[in-house]
T-cell receptor, first 115, second 111 residues
Framework: DTEVTQTPKHLVMGMTNKKSLKCEQH?????MYWYKQKAKKPPELMFV???????INESVPSRFSPECPNSSLLNLHLHALQPEDSALYLC??????????????FGDGTRLSIL | GEDVEQSLFLSVREGDSSVINCTYT??????LYWYKQEPGAGLQLLTY?????DMKQDQRLTVLLNKKDKHLSLRIADTQTGDSAIYFC???????????FGDGTTLTVKP
């Protein structure tokens, strides 16, 4: 069990669908992250939120839209995705905000398949 | 920019020690992390070391840091089949706000 909870665990969607991935942590962490991970590859950073504000966007296509409603929740809204977007999407959190370098705690991810 | 390199595969016998190596390039103060990823799971933080330290030990895990060569190693004593996984090395420079991951080392433990 991890302290970062991601839902759903699996998601299959068509290219015209709109769906959302959710992430929750109750460790009081003030930085939250979205990563994309392809099989047998390291995670690739997509977004970082610090104190509920977007601090890093790694030039992610606009079909991915992050949202941080409060300090415990992080969403990733998906729209008009492409087959190459199929991957494991990982959420992480770390103590402290700003450009901190504290250890990141990962959820188990959402396995996303685009048909 | 930062670059982190790891060998891709390591195979050991159960009960032996495993040593996974990593090199990094950033010269500023940095945290260096080891994560473990089992199939179908996220990354599990195993241990970490700050760049002003030489060594850190935590039960079966020993991290050694050679700052001059920017070389990091993770030693797993008495390796078990449950240690089979992908191990990622990552560095997070101070004030970077993000980590750079190596490509991961797949550890296979044979009975």
């Amino acid at each position: 069990d991890t302290e970062v909870t991601q839902t759903p665990k699996h998601l299959v969607m068509g290219m015209t669908n709109k769906k959302s991935l959710k992430c929750e942590q109750h460790m009081g962490h003030r930085a939250m992250y979205w990563y994309k991970q392809k099989a047998k590859k390291p995670p690739e950073l997509m977004f970082v939120y610090s104190y509920e504000k977007l601090s890093i966007n790694e030039s992610v296509p606009s079909r991915f839209s992050p949202e941080c409603p409060n300090s415990s929740l992080l969403n990733l809204h998906l729209h008009a995705l492409q087959p190459e977007d199929s991957a494991l999407y990982l959420c992480a959190s770390s103590q402290g905000g700003g450009k901190n370098n504290q250890p990141q705690h990962f959820g188990d991810g959402t396995r996303l398949s685009i048909l | 920019g930062e670059d982190v390199e790891q060998s891709l595969f390591l195979s050991v016998r159960e009960g032996d020690s495993s040593v996974i190596n990593c090199t990094y390039t950033d010269s500023s103060s940095t945290y260096l992390y080891w994560y473990k990823q089992e199939p179908g799971a996220g990354l599990q933080l195993l241990t970490y070391i700050f760049s002003n330290m030489d060594m850190k030990q935590d039960q079966r895990l020993t991290v050694l840091l050679n700052k001059k060569d920017k070389h990091l190693s993770l030693r797993i004593a008495d390796t078990q089949t449950g240690d089979s996984a992908i191990y990622f090395c990552a560095e997070t420079p101070t004030n970077a706000g993000k980590s750079t991951f190596g490509d991961g080392t797949t550890l296979t433990v044979k009975p």
